[in-house]
């Protein structure tokens, strides 16, 4: 069973930072390398950073260096760090297995989401 809660979502003005959690109170944290994920409006959800089980991380381009994830074993959470934000990361955040979308779709492998409205 999949149970994935994120939280720490708002609104900040650009250049502000968040810092999203996400807990894992289901069976997929253990077994899997995580990922966070983001849907704009009017726009397919899209993958944005990812961690396995041995902390190694990778990021899509538009947030390297600004974004930064991590997974605390012991808390089954994974966070994403998210500094010097831009309007165009205004989106809901998921985080999830880091798997395939449409996989992650068929399974029904999501939370709730967090929105991060970030204003200029």
């Known amino acids: 069973q999949v149970q994935l809660v994120e939280s720490g979502g708002g609104l900040v003005q650009a250049g502000g930072s968040l810092r999203l959690s996400c807990v894992d109170s289901?069976?997929?944290?253990?077994?899997?390398?995580m990922a966070w994920y983001r849907q704009a409006p009017g726009k397919q959800r899209e993958w944005v950073a990812g961690?396995?089980?041995?902390?190694?991380?990778n990021y899509v381009d538009f947030v390297k260096g600004r974004f930064t994830i991590s997974r605390d074993s012991a808390k089954d959470t994974v966070y994403l760090q998210m500094n010097s934000l831009k309007p165009e990361d205004t989106a809901v955040y998921y985080c999830?297995?880091?798997?395939?979308?449409?996989?992650?779709?068929?399974?029904?492998?999501w939370g709730q989401g967090t929105q991060v409205t970030v204003s200029s």
């Open positions: 999830s297995a880091d798997l395939p979308i449409a996989t992650l779709d068929m399974y029904g492998y």
């Open positions: 289901g069976s997929i944290f253990h077994a899997n390398a």
């Open positions: 961690v396995t089980n041995t902390g190694r991380t």
